[in-house]
């Protein structure tokens, strides 16, 4: 069945094209047709590479079977916001709960519910104990082998992040890039030389920057200077309102244009009214759109996606690197080999028709996966 989106533009290589865009079975028939009125826009579907939980579920404690249903809710509502692919993260916690999660996650990809299911985001257990942030410090491990090959082994995992400095970790790098899973540095005191060696090395990037790692002192870099600094080096950024400041998200933008990446690194509040939640075997408090674990510390977000390309729009960066930020530069973080479709993360006529249309006030409207409509509103 072919349609029109009824848009005025479209994002396309990173630039915005005027004109609507038709879907026909399944695809992209056509970009650039005279324009629907209004500021409608479409964009390739919205890709969250660091994604904990959402509308009351938390990723970490899968475990059971009937834990699929709630990973059939959990893609509903993330496709809800204008998510079409996500990456299922889960934090440090004991290893029969990373295995049964991972486990539970694989049997969960056969379903068409919702936003595409990519491979999981380990997110840990071999981080830096000064920079764990919310990560139960009795779950973190030095960088371990068996245990690695144990986690790759339980369940499709297309990312991991681990603190590179700690000793081994840059021999972890090289399993892990030998099996198709892409690694980033986070939750890490790397001094820049130790953060330089590990991106030499094969990690790709750095997990939400400037957040539980080593930073930007003028005498003495760390992992966030060293990220920025590095040519090709990607870095995701939490633009929740809470994480990082406006002018930082500015510094980033311009510093790292066309390899920055907005992630949520949405937890079980997102979605939800204030209230209490779980991260693992941490416990959340979510008030006034933080979300912060017993001790005070901020503890993944309530983000949305959209609402993260909002924000950046609003702290001043063009609209189009915004929206680049949520689509095509997370979606190459994703291994090819994981990825659903060589269209991930961008819309081109004759491309799988995953899209998200934005109003002129960047609300969602319209959300397609494989041209099939996931909210109410989207027929």
């Known amino acids: 069945m072919r349609r029109r ?3 005025g533009a479209a994002l396309v290589d990173g630039v915005l094209h005027p004109g609507d865009v038709a879907v026909a079975d399944g695809v992209v028939e056509a970009v650039g047709l005279p324009a629907a009125r209004g500021g409608a826009l479409a964009v390739a579907g919205l890709v969250d590479v660091q994604c904990n939980g959402y509308a009351g579920i938390d990723l970490t404690t899968l475990g059971d079977a009937p834990d699929v249903e709630r990973v059939d809710a959990f893609r509903r509502a993330v496709a809800a916001d204008g998510v079409t692919a996500v990456v299922p993260t889960i934090i440090t916690a004991a290893p029969d709960t990373l295995t049964g999660a991972l486990a539970c996650l694989d049997e969960s990809r056969g379903s068409n519910d919702g936003a595409r299911l990519l491979g999981a985001h380990v997110e840990g257990p071999f981080l830096a104990p000064a920079r764990r942030g919310t990560h139960p410090p009795q779950h973190l491990r030095a960088p371990d082998h068996g245990c690695f090959t144990q986690l790759l082994d339980a369940g499709d995992v297309a990312i991991t992040t681990l603190a590179p400095e700690l000793d081994g970790a840059l021999d972890l790098v090289r399993r892990a890039t030998s ?16 953060a330089h060696a590990g991106f030499d090395g094969g990690i ?9 790692m080593s930073g930007f002192d003028h005498r003495a870099p760390g992992l966030a200077a060293a990220a920025l600094a590095h040519p090709g080096t990607v870095v995701s950024v939490i633009a929740d309102g809470h994480h990082v400041a406006p002018d930082v998200l500015r510094v980033i933008a311009a510093a790292a244009a066309g390899r920055w990446a907005l992630v949520t690194d949405a937890t079980a509040a997102a979605g ?4 209490r939640f779980t991260l ?10 933080a979300v912060r674990n017993p001790d005070g510390t901020l503890a993944g977000s309530a983000a949305t996606l959209a609402g993260c ?3 950046a729009v609003a702290a ?11 689509t095509a530069t997370p979606a190459g973080i994703v291994p090819p080999s994981r990825r659903p479709h060589r269209d991930l993360g961008r819309l081109r006529p004759g491309g799988v028709a995953d899209v998200t249309v934005f109003d002129d006030a960047l609300e969602v409207t319209t959300v397609l996966v494989a041209g099939r ?4 509103g989207s027929e």
């Open 5 to 7: 989106l009824g848009v």
């Open 204 to 212: 790709t990037g750095a997990t939400h920057l400037f957040n539980a």
């Open 373 to 376: 409509p996931t909210i109410a």
């Open 179 to 194: 099996r198709g899973v892409t690694v980033m540095a986070g939750h890490s005191d790397a001094t820049a030389a130790q």
């Open 272 to 275: 939800m009214p204030d209230g």
């Open 309 to 311: 390309v909002r924000t």
């Open 316 to 326: 001043g960066i063009d609209l189009a690197a915004a929206l680049v930020a949520a």
């Open 280 to 289: 693992g075997d941490v416990e959340l408090t979510l008030a006034d759109g």
